[in-house]
């Protein structure tokens, strides 16, 4: 189970960090609904591509904790968005990182 989650985490954040670093209006535009700025936007999305990397990697090798700090990478990152979205008065739209979050925790407290 764990193992599709990460997958399924992985293929997640992978697609959204090549779409922002892509530089497409599709790609941005969620941040840009949000006013971030697109190079900060296209970081954002190159630490996302990482991070999944380091899911996958995970997956590779099992007992290397890379997985789990990758995990941990997202975690903070889809806090942050949440409280970018609340900050922006955007709270509707925060659902997806939300959702995300929730399924990092589960990965993170069952990998421990």
């Known amino acids: 189970m764990i193992n599709i989650l990460a997958g399924f985490l ?57 997985g789990w700090l990758a995990a941990v990478g997202l975690w903070c990152t889809m806090l942050g968005a949440i409280f970018i979205h609340f900050q922006k008065q955007k709270r509707r739209t925060a659902f997806p990182a939300g959702f995300l979050l929730i399924l990092i925790t589960i990965f993170l407290v069952i990998k421990q």
């Open 10 to 66: 992985a293929l997640i954040f992978a697609i959204s960090g090549i779409s922002k670093i892509s530089g497409t209006a599709a790609g941005l535009s969620g941040t840009r609904d949000l006013q971030v700025p697109d190079s900060i936007a296209k970081l954002i999305g190159v630490f996302e591509l990482v991070c999944a990397l380091g899911l996958i990697w995970g997956l590779r090798y099992p007992d290397d904790k890379f």
